[in-house]
């Protein structure tokens, strides 16, 4: 096999960003004056987001200081109303990249709002339309100009014992060389609640507790390593997730959500994997457009593109990998089956975009339909999610007993 092309790292994409960085003034439509509705702040390790939403456009200015480090956003036209004024109450001491937001009136027309950094970041402000539940909104994301990076340490971790001759490897890792890994992705997260349940319950939530369970039960075994695409309450887009498991050249790659119908009898667990031609019904084709409205709910970038992901759709490694991806789909498909109902006795096709990795074997499970009001108590429970993650275990464990994972790791090695 061919050496793996090279993934676009996170530092690469803002640099693309860095072009935008210079003051942005949005169009503004005038009339009332625009009035700030609510403010949101996600904080991680990855970047912190602080979403500020609004009835209508707004033109606004930023700057980005040193000395200290602060970034500052002035908004011209809007009152000083109790938004705002809930601002400062709004971050976390444990925030990885914000000390605090102050918010004032800076001139009669104009409120400034000054985030203090605790270190030096690359910001990204940009302007979302309004969709599904939201308003407009204002999004400035914050990115760590040296970010902490867990895929790296991960990487150097295992290639590090991998890479020394003569020295044992460690003892939790008997044979390092087919060392296997699993990428976990939790669905939705952040301004993406994903799908709600009648007694209030998240989708995103639900997603991160199974996904954790799973990683624990992967992480246990002497020749596996999970590794989740978040793990917290903040969004990633969803060409950002398969660049993830791109990056540690994952062995598979599981995306994890919970289903959601008009319907509250609608009920059972489903496996997906992608489809090249036209998705296998009309409600996998309509599933896969509503999850891959997570982008557009969630808030991406659109001025930050990953052109890497676009090309390499084209592989011809693609088919060989979707076979994988409906070997693995049918066994984890098997095992869920001895849990709970299945919604259909196959597994479904259609166009995912977080199943589009050419080269990784790639499943999407709903685990159940959390719009039905006996499975979103189940998808809450302990003992179900549980018993879900081990479902998921066993049939990954399946599926690499009938195809063993050969020596793809040794490709992690070259991949940067
Ligand atoms: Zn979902």
Redesign the pocket.
Known sequence: MAEPAPVFTRRDILRFAGASLTLLVTPVAWGAAPTLLGVRVWPSSDYTRVTLEHDQPLRFTQMLLKGPDRLVLDIEGVEFNSVLQSLPGKILESDPQIKLIRAGRFKPEVVRIVIELKGEVVPQVFSLKPVGDYGHRLVLDLYPAEPPDPLMAFLEKHQEAAARPGQKPPADAPDIQRLVTVVIDP??GGEDP??VGRGGSL?KNV?LAIARRLKAKIDAQPNMRALLTRDGDFFIPLQQRVAKARRVNADLFVSV??DAFVKPTARGSSVFVLSENGASSSAARWLAQK?NA?DLIGGVNIGVKDPHLARTLLDLSQTATLNDSLKLAKAVLGEIGGINTLHKGHVEQAGFAVLKAPDIPSILVETAFISNPEEEARLTDDGYQDKMADALMSGMKRYFAQNPPLAKSKMAAVSF
């Open positions: 669905g939705h994903g799908a989708e997603t959500h919970a999850e997570a």
